[in-house]
């Protein structure tokens, strides 16, 4: 089978996708500070084996795409996980838009929301018309009614897909939201804890707003017994059963045990804030 690289830290579907392609997810380890995946350590992870970089815009924070692209060799494609990026920007240019596909998510959590599902972007002609196949058991998009590769179907419904493209058009809006809700954030915890923020020139997209800090769990724990929802970050993948044969990555190591996941939603008044910043004060 074919290798494909993956970051150490990141929510398992980066992984998983991979193996259940049939590919060997290869996992290579993360920055400390910005947690997305280090382009030296992707280098390092190259065989002839590798055919593809599935880099994650962790948080919403666009990584290094022009390291990225140094790293690899032409014949290695790069594939984004933009699930968390819609409206992240690398140098001016759209996270989504940068490799030879994007994958976005409507969770939740997102940004644009149609409760589940998510998009893949391209500007690859024939890998878009491939994609429109898979997605719907694999029936040509040309009017006929051939079937020349297996599908599934991962057609998103016409209600979910008018309720995200309402969205859509008010992305801007949206995206401006949540900046400044993370300005506000920063401007009080930059003193208290590790604060996200972009590379210079860059635009972050903000699906999460994750801080880091030693005494994490303290401080989670205190969150919660408080009433205030707070999560870890993500998942250290080598951690988990299914793949733990790869290792050690001190740095998503780090990443798991330090990163904190604080409230982030529209709602949240100035007052929320003051009483987040005034509880993880306490554990500097």
């Known amino acids: 089978g074919d290798d494909v690289i993956v970051p150490a830290y990141t929510f398992p579907a980066t992984a998983n996708v991979v193996a259940l392609a049939g590919a060997r997810p290869v996992l290579v380890d993360v920055d400390p500070e910005t947690m997305n995946v280090d382009a030296g350590r992707v280098y390092d992870a190259v065989t002839p084996r590798t055919r593809a970089v599935l880099a994650v815009h962790l948080f919403g924070r666009p ?62 002609g024939g890998l878009a018309d491939s994609i429109r196949r898979l997605r719907n058991h694999g029936i040509t998009t040309d009017g006929g009614f051939d079937i020349p590769e297996p599908g599934f179907n991962y057609r998103l419904s016409d209600v979910l897909c008018a309720i995200g493209l309402v969205q859509l058009r008010r992305l801007e809006e949206l995206w401006e939201a949540r900046h400044r809700l993370a ?57 988990l059963t299914a793949y733990r044969d790869q290792g050690p990555f001190p740095a998503a190591d780090a990443c798991f045990e330090r990163a904190l996941a604080l409230p982030f939603h529209s709602r949240l008044s100035d007052g929320d804030l003051d009483r987040v910043a005034e509880m993880l004060a306490r554990f500097t």
């Open 183 to 239: 300005k506000a954030y920063s401007e009080r915890l930059a003193d208290i804890v590790e604060t996200p923020a972009p590379a210079k020139g860059d635009r972050h997209g903000w699906q999460a707003y994750v801080v880091q800090l030693d005494r994490r769990d303290e401080a989670l724990a205190a969150l919660r017994e408080a009433g205030i929802e707070a999560q870890i970050g993500t998942y250290a993948v080598h951690r």
């Open 63 to 124: 990584l290094d795409w022009e390291e990225l692209q140094n790293a690899v060799p032409p014949d290695v494609h790069l594939v984004e996980d933009a699930a968390g990026a819609l409206g992240a920007r690398w140098r001016g240019m759209p996270c989504g838009g940068l490799g030879v596909l994007g994958c976005l998510s409507f969770h939740p959590r997102k940004i644009v929301s149609t409760g589940e599902g998510g998009a893949v972007t391209t500007s690859n």
